[in-house]
């Protein structure tokens, strides 16, 4: 190998690349060598999964801290995943095993004398969520010189599931409070395969930093790609329904049973369903049960198992999963994927696309509806999924575009947190020092003013989440005091109430409601019965059994982004075949043209159902619709005489007094204050979207709620602007 991206590594990792028998490095490798060893920068390293984007960033990074060895961690890496933090600990300790660079793991699943010996050493590679971070900070202010003093790299993984959402806010708040406290100043590399605009995900990376952000691996070689779509469609005839259902599942038995396969669905029980369904299927055939569930509510080791068959099983594994394996976890080599419904985001498919063709360099991905057409409109009749799937496909194949990610303007919520965070961190603080430490964080800089600040804390010291010395200093009050002093706290995310499943065999996993004795459910692809319940401990006993289980009361959800909507609309409008649809999924993208077509919902964005009844469908996304459907019911809800509005995910429905041509009149014209929050909101409402709320006074919470949770404006602007 005379590449000079090789030549410029440490010595021991040269050895490795020897051992490895690595004929040669790969385009981003090179790349993002030269980015991390000739500049003083932060790097974006993107590019396609099981591209070597781990290596990228930490060959060269291990290079530099092997020439000048750090007094302090010098390496912190952060994953939104323990698991995968588990599965990059492996990697990392073999690559590391000949040289003095220890690596740990900090993370709820790591035992307390790991967790000790780490911090006594303070040296090497430090691997952590940001909840650990985040209770690290809190609980030893005084050591973070010590710990971080001479921190060289922050390496954020999969940066993309924490960008736009309160996680990735809480990260940059933690690097910036972390660089303050230990006085350092570390590089960013942040690690992708999804990002299709660099230029949001080096702002985030950089954020409150003073360094310049570079990407490598934008120009890196295209994915080979094998596609293909099939649905099935629900007769109307309920008596009709289990045949279609034993087809469905007869066709995905086919597709995956001889296979190393990765089953996407939107919900786990969807997951469960499907993987009970195929295993009923292997015993009617009389061929082995391969078949696994992976999901969050699986207990850890029964996890784990699943990872390992497929990493290690020689022959076939198929395994049902929702997104824990949609990330970089190590499994070893597919033969292919299988999305079941469409993805919710174009992100998503990406990321889970990438999981198979390791050894081939093609990636194989198959696309399976079961379209189930409620009502009787134009709208309902259409098959959605499938619609959803031909959209995402050619918005990637296309375009290569993904979602942008969206940063909440009023974070409220992950201020009152931070807060908290930051006075049991460092003690008494003046409401001055208060403002430069926390709302002077980047996350909060020209977001949130003083004045709101200010009318935060005096709600917080009101209900005592904070106190007041009698200098003025603000401390944390007493039942702040037991908030921080509870281990969820550190986490910003809402955790469901979960009841762990223990057979006596040992933990099955968790659910996320209580079932009642003598129940019966479906949870890591077996079914249960209720033996009995510990509310207490929260702890439910079971026994194995053969009887019908019961359906969970979890629904899929997610936000379909307004660009796939207007694709869809394209796709109805259009004539064109896609070369991957198979029979019965081109049957019905005709018969969906059809529809839509003689309908008339493609030539205009609103119809009548029936008398005064209208569907109004402007092929805009979720946000949209949900501010559109808000407004229906409350700010405009007497100017158009609406008497009842609904919302099932592609369209508004309702009902008013007026004709068509006085809505359209009304609508046409139609200007609205958009800071009003009575245009979306009633005026007793002060709705609690975020963990932290209940420390935000009600007039802040209807703020964030207009900023973070709909678009008037842009909503406004539809109504104004409808074809009819």
Known sequence: MSNSAFERYAPFIQEYIYRKKWSDLREVQVEAAEAILDTDKHVIIASQTASGKTEAAFFPILTLLEQHPPQSIGILYISPLKALINDQFERLDELLESVEIPVWSWHGDASASQKKKAFDTARGVLQITPESLEALLMGHPSDAARLFGDLRFIVIDEIHALMGVDRGLQLLCLMNRLEQAAGCNPRR????????????????LSAGSKRETVA??????????????????????EKEVPNALANYYSFLYRACFDKKCLIFTNSKQNAEQTIGELKKEAIRRKEPDVFYVHHGNVSKGRRKEVEQALKEHAGP????????????????????????????TCASFVQRLGRSGRRTGVSKMMFLSLENPTGKSPLDMLPWDLLRSIAVIQLYLEERWVEPFYQKKKPFSLLAHQTLSTLMACGELTPDELVKKVLHLPVFHNKISTGEYGELLRYMLEKEYLGRMDNGGLIVGLLGEKICNYYSFYAVFQAEESYKVVSKNGEVGSMNFCPQVGEVFVLSGSSWSVVSVDEQAKCVYVAPADGKAMQSEEGESGEIHWVVMKKIKQILLEDTVYPYLQKQAVSLLEQARKTARESGILTSDIVSCKEKGYSLCPWTGTRELRTISKLFANGLREELDIRTVSNPGYCVNF???LSMGELKAKLT????????????????????????????????????????????????????????
């Open 317 to 344: 594994t198929v395994a049902a999963a929702t997104l824990t394996l949609e990330m970089g976890i190590d499994i070893g080599d597919l033969d292919s994927t299988i999305q079941l419904g469409a993805p919710y």
């Open 216 to 237: 490598v691996g934008i120009q890196g070689k295209k994915r080979k790609v094998s596609l293909c779509a099939e649905s099935f469609q629900l007769p109307e005839e």
């Open 669 to 724: 014209e139609l200007q609205c204050d958009a800071s009003n929050p009575e245009l979306v909101l009633k005026p007793e409402q002060a709705p609690k979207m975020d963990k932290y709320d209940y420390m935000v006074p009600d007039f802040l919470l209807r703020s964030a709620y207009l900023h973070n949770q709909v678009d008037v404006e842009r909503a406004i602007a539809i109504l104004n602007g409808l074809t009819w």
């Open 655 to 657: 009902t008013t007094g």
């Open 189 to 204: 590399i942040g690690l992708s395969a999804t990002l299709n605009d660099y230029q949001p995900a080096m702002e985030f």
